[in-house]
């Protein structure tokens, strides 16, 4: 598969479309981000990479770190984890506090907001250094040092947390949540300001597509079982209330982030990161979305 020509080929007619949607001004630091960027990058299994436009740009990668913060505690504390969590989709906005009251403080998958803040509740509790340690682990992934959280990005979205704050507090009243709210929020905001470029980015989640193994040394970071549970949930539940429509439209795994990012897999092939940084109503990159739709159509590659 000539994927380096399909990507050209998509990218230019993708660039020309009318840039719609607005970016996440919510989060303060994200709102001066230039509209007009629009990267992508394809690693795969075989190692043939090909990026093209601000491939090379570093964005905020917001709830894409939401996966590999859930696979370092899938990792640390195995299939104990679904006691806290579970693994339907919402069909809910990504900041949603509605389910939480009927679901007893059980965040309905740990791809919300308030799933991802129970998965940093029990990183917190498993990890001595739980900043530092992270971000060992997101380095190892990417097979690269330069990797860094954003202190502006983590600072404007503690400024106006208030949500997150909302839904830390409400799931601890359920006793959900095991450590003190301040310092689970301070380390969930720290994860979401992580800054990737889009190779960087389809580097790291390669070895979901490699049944769990780490292409470079072939280590294992997740067992083949637990692979296919992590691509399952980013099927069902990686684009939030637009989940059904990313498996309908695109056909496979993957996960958004309000910074614009997407990261889409291929079991067995490929990773694809796309970057673009005006989002639709449901929070997702209006561009990245469409582009990925024209890559599984045009490639004739999807899960389905
Ligand atoms: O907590 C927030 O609102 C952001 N740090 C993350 C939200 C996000 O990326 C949802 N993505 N589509």
Request: hydrophobic share 40%; net charge negative.
């Amino acid at each position: 598969m000539n994927f380096k020509e399909i990507i050209e080929e998509i990218y230019q007619k993708i660039k020309s479309i009318e840039n719609k949607g607005e970016l996440a001004s919510y989060i303060s630091e994200l709102a001066s981000v230039d509209v007009e960027n629009f990267g992508i990058h394809i690693s795969t299994i075989d190692q043939n990479n090909f990026g093209i436009g601000n491939w090379n740009d570093k964005f905020s990668i917001q709830s894409i770190a939401k996966v590999l913060s859930l696979v370092l505690a899938y990792r640390m504390v195995g299939e104990k984890i679904w006691e806290r969590l579970g693994v339907e989709p919402s069909g809910t906005p990504f900041n949603s506090l509605v389910q939480l009251e009927v679901d007893n403080g059980i965040p309905r998958n740990p791809f919300i907001n308030s799933g991802a803040i129970v998965i940093s509740d029990i990183l917190l509790s498993n990890l001595e250094n739980p900043k530092e340690e992270f971000l060992t682990f997101v380095r190892s992934l990417s097979n690269n040092s330069e990797l860094n959280y954003s202190n502006k990005v983590a600072a404007s979205e503690k400024a106006i947390g208030f949500r997150n704050i909302a839904l830390c507090n409400f799931i601890k009243s359920f006793g959900n949540i095991k450590n003190e709210p301040a310092d689970v929020l301070d380390f969930y905001f720290d994860l979401c300001s992580l800054e990737m470029n889009c190779k960087e980015l389809s580097d790291s989640f390669l070895f979901l597509a490699n049944n769990g193994c780490r292409i470079v040394d072939n280590i294992t970071i997740l067992t083949k079982s637990q692979t296919k549970r992590i691509n399952a949930l980013m099927q069902t539940c990686g684009f939030y209330d637009e989940s059904g429509e990313f498996a309908f439209k695109v056909g496979l795994p993957g996960k958004s982030g309000v910074g614009g990012g997407i990261i889409a897999l291929h079991p067995n092939q490929y990773t694809i990161a796309v970057w673009s940084p005006k989002l639709n109503k449901k929070g997702n990159s209006y561009k990245g979305m469409r582009f990925l739709e024209e890559f599984t159509t045009k490639s004739e590659l999807s899960i389905f």
